[in-house]
């Protein structure tokens, strides 16, 4: 029965890990290119920016949590093969986000108007 048990609670964890890496995946990069559009010499909202920044470091902590749950999944049924493809997925697409996050920082910063 125990086993039963640890079985379901790592399925649910798997599940719980996929969502929230496709979310964050669909969102993080639309809200970064919205963020980073502030480096345009048009009028931004001040608030908006915020918000949307707030969104793409939420999305990080997704992420973060994504691989967490899917590590704890994997602590609790050794033998789950769904929990290992989660682990690497989430930890493959966490560090490219991470890379992309910096690259398109760096380049934003490159950016020089002159209007």
């Known amino acids: 029965m125990p086993a039963d048990k640890s079985e379901k609670t790592a399925r649910?964890?798997?599940i719980l890990s996929t969502v929230l890496m496709i979310i964050c995946n669909a969102v993080a990069p639309v809200a970064m290119f919205l963020w980073?559009?502030?480096a345009t010499p048009q009028q931004q909202d001040?608030?908006?920016i915020d918000v949307i920044?707030?969104?793409v470091l939420g999305c990080g902590a997704g992420m973060?949590?994504?691989l967490i749950m899917a590590i704890i999944a994997r602590l609790k049924e050794?033998?789950?093969?769904?929990?290992l493809v989660c682990?690497?997925?989430s930890a493959v697409l966490l560090v490219t986000g991470v890379l992309a996050a910096f690259f398109?920082?760096?380049a934003a910063s490159q950016y020089q108007y002159y209007g």
């Open 46 to 48: 001040k608030y908006a």
């Open 36 to 38: 980073f559009g502030a």
């Open 78 to 83: 050794p033998g789950s093969k769904w929990a």
């Open 87 to 89: 682990i690497i997925i």
């Open 64 to 66: 973060i949590a994504s």
């Open 53 to 55: 920044a707030v969104t």
């Open 12 to 14: 649910l964890l798997c």
């Open 104 to 106: 398109t920082v760096w």
